[in-house]
């Protein structure tokens, strides 16, 4: 394996970390301030990624230890259970969502947000498409589970974020509970 691979995947959970803060910090905040149900479940979505990047870059320095007497085969298991950790409260926030945005449609309270939003929904596919190549390739490149599960995680978000701007940009078109209804695709394509 070249030095440059192992590198890369040094920075890559610190990029993905950093990148998905800044991005649900960004969904979120503009969600709010528009009226985007479907951007703020987006927004959320990314913040479970920062929870499954932190737990990469946990579960990565532990496996990378030596073998030892109480671990003679080595520290590399705990990047499944990391895997599996991250899996978890992606569940979890999806029944969240799902709710959330089941109660905003049964009741019948839907407008149309701001346009704002697509655009915020916009640079979120751009940045989760770039999040996701990263992530794959030094993944691939170094045989990382926790890598490869978080590039998952990654382009999962980036076809939540194309299912939010369709629903923004049709709550706009005079159908404003797409936006609700991209919430729950959100929902469950997480």
């Known amino acids: 394996?070249?030095?440059?691979?192992?590198?890369?995947?040094?920075?890559?959970?610190?990029?993905?970390?950093?990148?998905?803060?800044?991005l649900s910090v960004f969904q979120i905040f503009v969600g709010l301030v528009s009226g985007s149900k479907g951007l703020v479940a987006d927004g959320a979505h990314s913040g479970a990624?920062?929870?499954?990047?932190?737990?990469?870059?946990?579960?990565?320095?532990?496996?990378?230890?030596?073998?030892?007497?109480?671990?003679p085969w080595g520290h590399g298991k705990v990047e499944f259970a990391s895997a599996l950790f991250i899996y978890s409260i992606l569940i979890t926030l999806a029944i969240v969502l799902l709710i959330d945005a089941g109660e905003a449609i049964l009741s019948g309270?839907?407008?149309?947000?701001?346009?704002?939003?697509?655009?915020?929904?916009?640079?979120?596919?751009?940045?989760?498409?770039v999040l996701s190549s990263y992530?794959?390739?030094?993944?691939?490149?170094l045989n990382s589970p926790s890598m490869i599960a978080n590039a998952n995680e990654n382009r999962s978000d980036m076809l939540?974020?194309?299912?939010?701007?369709?629903?923004?940009?049709?709550?706009?078109?005079?159908f404003p509970i797409l936006d609700s209804i991209a919430a729950v695709l959100v929902a469950l394509i997480i």
């Open 1 to 22: 394996m070249e030095q440059k691979c192992i590198e890369c995947g040094k920075r890559v959970p610190w990029v993905i970390f950093l990148g998905n803060t800044i």
């Open 49 to 71: 990624d920062v929870v499954a990047a932190l737990m990469m870059m946990i579960s990565l320095g532990i496996s990378g230890r030596e073998d030892d007497e109480n671990h």
């Open 109 to 129: 309270h839907v407008k149309p947000p701001h346009m704002a939003a697509f655009v915020a929904g916009v640079v979120a596919v751009f940045l989760n498409y």
């Open 135 to 141: 992530g794959f390739c030094a993944g691939n490149q």
């Open 160 to 174: 939540s974020s194309i299912a939010v701007v369709l629903g923004i940009l049709g709550a706009n078109l005079g």
